[in-house]
């Protein structure tokens, strides 16, 4: 299989030096974040800054992507003592905006839905100003999980379609029509909540299944929207199989606002949680390869 050469504009450093106090503060708390699971290209800016993901339920995912790096295995059951941690990270770093997200959970009754709840009432009374942000999994459109999560009251919640429906058997276990029906759900069980929605670019997709990609998530009420370079974690991944210039990000990010998204980011680094406080506070970005990361 032929190796697509990465570009210029896709060479930014990652330098493990500089993790140093957030790896301390995250090993005193026992705590996982996607960044350090998923090898997010993001870490080392974002720990500088004293920002992280935190990925609760546990480091290990019952489905099989083949684009992701979190672990494939048998998950350790829901701790308990999670919650009271992540909010103790979240009040210690002084965050004004958290992304709280968790691996797929199929083994749970309510897939980790409790957990994500507890976290959010957890962080409310740890750091009452601060944003709490949810990426959820899909817990396989149950209703009666969505409707916890959202009772919790996060000021957003996430969920990532990830890629165009042709591409899906990439996502094992997942569902495109199902994700837009959690999405859908989300705003039918609280009109005024604040949805979003990601998406990875280079997996073989056409920029007409991308627009259209955009059309439906705005049809079940999606206001904020991330688009980002695919980047393979190892060779055993899903090979990317393009590397989309800036200019198509720009044009999609155009697209996007144009179908009447609240914001957009869109970049070859943009990552779902990366710069996550920019979505909630009303400022729009334009594309810049560090900036739209």
Request: aromatic share 6%.
């Amino acid at each position: 299989m032929t190796t697509v050469r990465k570009p210029q504009w896709l060479q930014k450093k990652i330098n493990p030096a500089a993790h140093a106090g957030m790896e301390g503060l995250l090993g005193e708390l026992r705590l996982h974040t996607v960044c350090r699971e998923a090898r997010c290209p993001n870490i080392t800016e974002c720990f500088r800054e004293r920002q992280a993901t935190f990925l609760i339920l546990g480091a290990a995912c019952t489905r099989l992507c083949s684009f992701c790096n979190v672990t494939k295995q048998t998950p350790l059951p829901p701790d308990p003592g999670e919650p009271a941690r992540v909010a103790e990270a979240v009040r210690r770093l002084g965050l004004s905006h958290v992304v709280i997200t968790s691996p797929t959970r199929d083994d749970l009754p309510d897939g980790g839905a409790g957990l994500f709840a507890e976290t959010v009432a957890a962080i409310r009374s740890a750091a009452p100003s601060t944003k709490v942000e949810l990426l959820i999994p899909d817990f396989a459109g149950c209703r009666e999980s969505l409707a916890r999560v959202v009772a919790a009251a996060p000021d957003i919640i996430g969920h990532n379609v990830e890629t165009v429906p042709r591409l899906y058997q990439i996502r094992a276990g997942a569902d495109y029509g199902r994700s837009l029906r959690v999405l859908r759900t989300l705003r039918e069980l609280s009109p005024p909540l604040r949805t979003k929605s990601g998406l990875m670019l280079g997996l073989g997709e056409t920029e007409e299944e991308v627009l259209a990609v955009l059309a439906d998530l705005r049809s079940v009420g999606c206001s904020y929207l991330s688009i980002g370079q695919y980047l393979a974690p190892s060779k055993g991944h899903h090979p990317v199989r393009e590397f989309i210039p800036p200019g198509r990000f720009e044009k999609y990010r155009a697209a996007a606002l144009s179908l009447g998204f609240a914001h957009v980011e869109s970049g070859p680094y943009v990552r779902s949680s990366y710069h996550a406080a920019r979505y909630d506070g009303g400022e729009q970005s334009s594309l810049g390869t560090e900036r739209a990361g």
